[in-house]
């Protein structure tokens, strides 16, 4: 069975600075990906950054970064430089790397970015 | 904009009604997944296809849920007899099989509401 722990509800940043969503997982795949999605208060949900379990360098996307320890089975997203735009749910997924054919969900936190 | 569309945006029904929603994927995707979200909840797997074909049904999807993809492009998510806890968001997303990441991606959802 696959789960997805997100343990903030709600997180508070000023505009600019960085800021560290934390995910952890459990898995009993061999080969999993790990995504990142971001959901605006319009509903829809915006792809982020990916990681898949064997990649060897943590992945970027612009200001997104996920640093993923395997060992600790955690896959926190770190955005830097955030911006107004960025206030938002953010939910971290899993599923079978390759044939994922469906997503197993956290929670999601809440970011809020201050002026 | 060839990003994968959802209608109606919002549905508000009675009790006992039918609904019917449309899910239009990314062209060239051949893998659809329908999701449905709660308030304060992470997005829960109901149904995928590949192609025309579906291959997997979540336990959540009763006998009132039918899902079909006829010709493998676009999708419909029928609600017969809806209840009161079948108001939620509901998530459409296409990928593409074989993609090393196969990233999901969502239209803008369905928000049902059943009073």
């Known amino acids: 069975a696959q789960k997805i722990t997100q343990t903030q509800p709600g997180m508070f940043v000023q505009e600019k600075e960085a800021v560290t969503l934390d995910c952890t997982y459990d898995?009993?795949?061999?080969?999993?990906?790990l995504f990142w999605y971001k959901q605006p208060s319009s509903g829809e949900m915006i792809f982020l950054i990916y990681?898949?379990?064997?990649d060897q360098q943590n992945a970027t996307e612009g200001r997104y970064s996920l640093n993923f320890q395997k060992a600790r089975k955690s896959a926190n997203l770190v955005i830097s430089a955030s911006q107004l735009g960025d206030s938002a749910m953010y939910f971290c997924?899993?599923?079978?790397?390759?044939?994922?054919?469906?997503?197993?969900w956290g929670l999601g936190t809440s970011l809020a970015v201050n002026p | 904009d060839t990003g994968v569309s959802q209608n109606p945006r919002h549905k508000i029904t009675k009790r006992g009604q039918n609904v019917t929603f449309r899910c239009d994927p990314i062209?060239?995707?051949?893998?659809l997944y329908w999701y449905r979200q709660t308030l304060g909840q992470g997005p829960e797997f109901l149904t995928y296809?590949?192609?025309?074909?579906?291959?997997?049904k979540s336990r959540l999807l009763s006998d009132r849920f039918s899902a079909e993809r006829p010709k493998g492009s676009f999708s419909t998510l029928e609600i017969q007899r809806t209840e009161q806890g079948d108001s939620a968001m509901y998530l459409c997303?296409?990928?593409?099989?074989?993609?090393?990441?196969?990233?999901?991606?969502f239209g803008p959802g369905t928000r049902l509401l059943v009073l």
């Open positions: 997303a296409s990928s593409l099989r074989g993609g090393a990441e196969e990233t999901q991606y």
């Open positions: 997924a899993t599923g079978r790397a390759g044939n994922n054919r469906k997503l197993i």
């Open positions: 062209s060239e995707h051949n893998r």
């Open positions: 898995t009993s795949d061999p080969s999993y990906g």
């Open positions: 990681q898949g379990s064997y």
């Open positions: 296809f590949q192609n025309e074909a579906q291959l997997e």
